[in-house]
């Protein structure tokens, strides 16, 4: 068993309509590591999940978790796995302790088996003081500690995390990085979907990027920066300034396409950034150089590349973090009785 993918997927193709959102994923994960799933907002992450997780079914192609098929053996799948979707699937009016119980219980523990795994989740998700509180009275990052609690209930071998952290302050999103090693030191195997690229960066052995329904680029954190090559420059111009007139000037430093935005994220003004080979001065000369063209600059940075590159390189589109609409909850997929 050792030998088999934990997660394996061959050709993976599913539409919705005129939506093609997979057009044949091929993934292979080993087991006890993580995989980051990148790709901006519609490149099919969820839809690759919802169908790994027996959720949805595929319109071609094949995929196993631990060998044993996703549509010829739902049922078997579902025993080894574990799923926090990006919407907690909690009832708001049972309290903390109850939600567990009940999604224990329907995971075929009985009811003492489920009280007592209940109870150990808790405690050790910091949960214990709010027990006995309805769900609703609960704050965003209790609520994801909680789903992902319910998620483990059946101690899942394969575990997957559709934007978990989607939403929560800094410092729950800690705590869920904590966590998340702490299950992968353990033996899970884990399959990471965000839009946080630093999240992928610190947690993930393997990362895939999917654009258009297609895994486009897979490696190792490290390996997909280095496919990147020179390091990043990147200036931020004063609200207003021409940023034609900027991207001319930097590209004349420029050993790869100069990428040019009209604002930043932040609200600030526009910025410009483009692949430059390092030498001393380089950022002395290109300030120098937009001054003589009157583009004021705020600020200049050179930097080794980082996995934002990668994703703007590969998918031609900036990774912001999500800011999602209401919608409805993935089902929660949980384990199989201990």
């Known amino acids: 068993m050792a030998d088999i993918p934990a997660i394996e997927a061959e050709g993976l193709a599913k539409r919705f309509g005129a939506t093609q959102a997979l057009a044949g994923i091929d993934l292979s994960v080993a087991a006890g590591s993580i995989l980051g799933l990148l790709g901006p907002n519609g490149a099919g992450k969820t839809t690759a999940v919802r169908v790994l997780t027996t959720l949805l079914r595929p319109d071609a192609g094949q995929a196993r978790i631990l060998g044993a098929d996703v549509v010829a053996q739902a049922g078997e799948v579902r025993t080894h796995i574990g799923l926090t979707g990006q919407y907690a699937a909690l009832d708001d009016y049972l309290t903390g302790r109850a939600n567990l119980i009940m999604i224990g219980q329907l995971g075929r523990l009985s009811h ?29 990052g209790m609520r994801r500690r909680l789903d992902l609690a319910a998620s483990l209930i059946g101690r899942p071998e394969v575990l997957f995390l559709d934007e978990p952290t989607t939403g929560l302050d800094p410092r729950s999103r800690s705590v869920m990085w904590e966590i998340i090693r702490e299950l992968a030191g353990a033996g899970a195997t884990l399959l990471l979907t965000t839009q946080y690229l630093d999240e992928a960066d610190q947690l993930a052995d393997q990362i895939a990027v999917i654009d258009a329904g297609r895994v ?41 396409p100069v990428s040019a935005l009209a604002s930043s994220p932040g609200g600030g003004g526009p910025q410009i ?17 937009l001054d003589a063209a009157g583009v004021p600059v705020t600020s200049v940075t050179l930097r080794r590349p980082s996995l934002d590159d990668v994703f703007l390189t590969l998918t031609g589109s900036l990774a912001v973090d999500p800011q999602p609409a209401p919608g409805p909850a993935l089902a929660e997929v949980t384990g199989g009785a201990a």
């Not at 405690?123 to 769900?135: I, Q």
């Not at 280095?226 to 940023?243: F, H, K, M, N, S």
């Not at 950034?273 to 150089?289: F, H, L, P």
Request: net charge neutral; charged share 30%.
């Open 216 to 256: 486009i680029a897979a490696g190792q954190p490290e390996e997909l920066k280095a496919r990147i090559g020179d390091d990043r420059l990147a200036l931020e111009l004063v609200p207003g300034a021409d940023t034609a007139a900027a991207a001319a000037v930097v590209t004349a430093y420029a050993a790869g």
């Open 273 to 289: 950034s483009a692949q430059v080979t390092r030498r001393d001065g380089i950022t002395t000369e290109v300030v120098r150089a």
């Open 112 to 140: 003492r088996q489920a009280r007592q795994r209940a109870d150990e989740l808790l405690e050790r998700f910091d949960l214990t003081g709010a027990a006995g509180r309805a769900v609703k009275t609960y704050s965003g």
